[in-house]
């Protein structure tokens, strides 16, 4: 049973007219799942190994022999690879089967025929007895989780992840299944038939049993009608109305980890837009899962490893996020090392309180560190050093001199930290109410390293940049790579979406040295960052396609001064660091606040924190704090919280009213 903590849970029974009614997920659930380390490689004895490790009492907490299990980890879940396919597919192997090597053609399944009644079949080789294994969990006073909706042995078709797919549906089956082999809770994939997951919900409901349950992508509108919550509030945010009721106790907001600190910190931003509102749609009953803790699974060496691992757990912890671990429990090298950090009951407390809202982004400040690439951002055009300077000269683009490089800056056009993060994640956070223009755009470069040239059309206002004439190009995709492309763009997990670059046939791309096109600078008032299918927003400043036609976006004017303005001379674009540290934040009964402060550069940042910046924060002269992380009070702060963070290091604080002013 989950320790109870000193946080209360206050305003839950508002919040609870939104969750599903089954009673489960009051509080963000916590547990492990095998998918993020064993992927398809599950059987029974993995699953008895960790039902076995959250009981261990050898470790402690506190000086008391303590259990993960007794802090709220006692769900052992299994993922995808329980199921015995039709066929063998790429992610699960059977040389008895016959071959099918794409299952995005509707030929597998793991379900008998209609005729047979359409039930899920176990793979028995693996689980020669699902039902003892379940009842075995329960007798050591465990919870068990299952999965459905498979991704291995996907029944579906084209397009990927089962959209409009048309194999048939076994809703009815499934949920007998995961009923009467006592499975507690469920995680619900989108790689088959079955999406509507209010049909889901009414049916576990139906069934008596108390099934906690987890959306994984099942709430696409593009799935068919049905499709679950109806325009699930980040296409339609009017349809959380009162009256709606979330058909799950959590749900994936994002696509599907990995270990790495730009995994982690995307995932997060993909939670910012359902939790930053004043009306969250992540709460009790029904919690926003950016996916499954990497925390154990980092490589690398330390301090950075550990340093990172102590990060996503306290941006999880922050976010009111569920915590479902994904390392392998029974190794004890490891446990050892992240021991500290999951059974950290201050973290856990925070993660368990509600007070209303859920924590969130606050705020991106730009790097302390002088030796940071710079950024082009948009701003207002205020005469500042940042705006000043641009100049076309032998075809480079002069940027503002305020970096104070050894060498003259130009616009290059890479986005994200140079050899780190070549999607730009770490440099591109969400907007949020407090820092509703955020913004990000492509990096700054040494002008002798830019191969290609810059001219400006004073008529059209187009800026054009041209790569040098020996940029290697490949000719025209065929439709089939155009699809393959599409889909491995989106980062998803090579064992579900990745099949096809193993298994389809495609014909052979020559290389070639093209004619390279120009292409135009571009000041868009937004570009999707974080968030599987889209999410909040950010300015970006880029290099694109060049339009047929006027745009606002894409037509600009030197000033006098040097500026380089946006039409309306109003906007002009800046130089602006690297971001380099963040301010999470979450609110908590009884006027409290817990803050996470993120170095997400890649070199150590100082930084003093305005306790201004924080909201619903009300110290009046100081506030006490302590440190989450070290679980020891520190000296009261009344204007800022200094942190000096070594890279991709956090600082985890609870601010309170000093005592004498509560």
Known sequence: MKTLFVFLIVGVSLSLTLAIDNGLGITPPRGWRSWNLFQANINDTVMRGQMHAVLDTSRTVGGKPTTLASLGFDYISMDDGWQKCNCSTPGSVDPKLPQCPNCRTGACSWHT????????????????????????????????????????????????????????????????????????????????SSHNMTLWAELFNKSGRPVRIESCHTFHPNNGTPSGWPNFPVWSPEAHAKDVQCPMNMYRTGGDISASFSSILGE????????????????????????????????????????????????????????????????????DRVWSTITNTDALAINDAWAGLPGTLVKSYPSTDPSVPFVVDQGPCDGSAATLGWHLD???????????????????????????????ILSCPPPTTASPKTGCGVLFENCSDIKGSWTWNATTGLLFFTQDSNTVGMDEPTPSLNRMLSWSSR?????????????????????????????????????????????????????????????????????DKKELQLPGGNVCLRARPLWGVQLWSKPLPNGEVAILVINIADRPQKMSVPIADIPQLKCGTSCQVRDVWNQKNMPDQTETIDVDLRVHESAFFKLSPSKNES
Not at 152 to 174: A, F, N, R
Not at 268 to 281: E, G, I, T
Not at 303 to 314: A, F, I, K, L
């Open 113 to 192: 025929s209609d005729a047979d009644g359409g039930k899920p079949v176990v793979n028995l080789e693996k689980f020669p007895d699902m039902k003892g294994l379940v009842d075995y969990g329960h007798s050591l006073g465990l919870k068990v989780g299952g999965y459905l909706n498979n991704c291995v042995c996907m029944e579906g078709g084209d397009p990927p992840m089962g959209l409009h797919c048309t194999s048939p549906t076994h809703y009815e089956q499934d949920v007998e299944f995961i009923v009467s082999t006592g499975f507690d809770g469920v995680k619900i994939d989108n790689c088959g």
């Open 394 to 424: 032998s075809g480079k683009l002069y940027a503002p001199g305020e970096q104070n490089k050894t060498q003259p800056q130009c616009l290059g056009t890479q986005s994200g930290p140079i050899g780190q993060d070549a999607g730009g």
């Open 491 to 559: 980062s998803l997990d090579p064992e579900h979406f990745n099949l096809t670059w193993q298994t389809n046939s495609v014909p052979s791309q020559t290389l070639r040295r093209t004619p390279p096109k120009p292409q135009c600078l571009q000041a868009k008032g937004t570009a999707p960052v974080g968030g599987f299918y889209g999410g909040p927003v950010s300015a970006f400043t880029g290099v694109g396609g060049c339009p047929s036609k006027s745009s606002n976006t894409s037509n600009f004017a030197f000033s």
């Open 268 to 335: 997060s931003y993909a939670v910012v837009q359902y939790a930053d509102r004043p009306d969250p749609f992540s709460h009790p009953g029904c919690w926003a899962y950016p996916d499954m803790q990497e925390i154990g699974n980092f490589n690398g060496a330390d301090p950075q490893r550990s340093d990172e691992e102590r990060t996503h757990w306290g941006l999880w912890c922050i976010m009111s996020a569920p915590l479902v671990l994904g390392f392998d429990l029974t190794d004890k090298v490891t446990m």
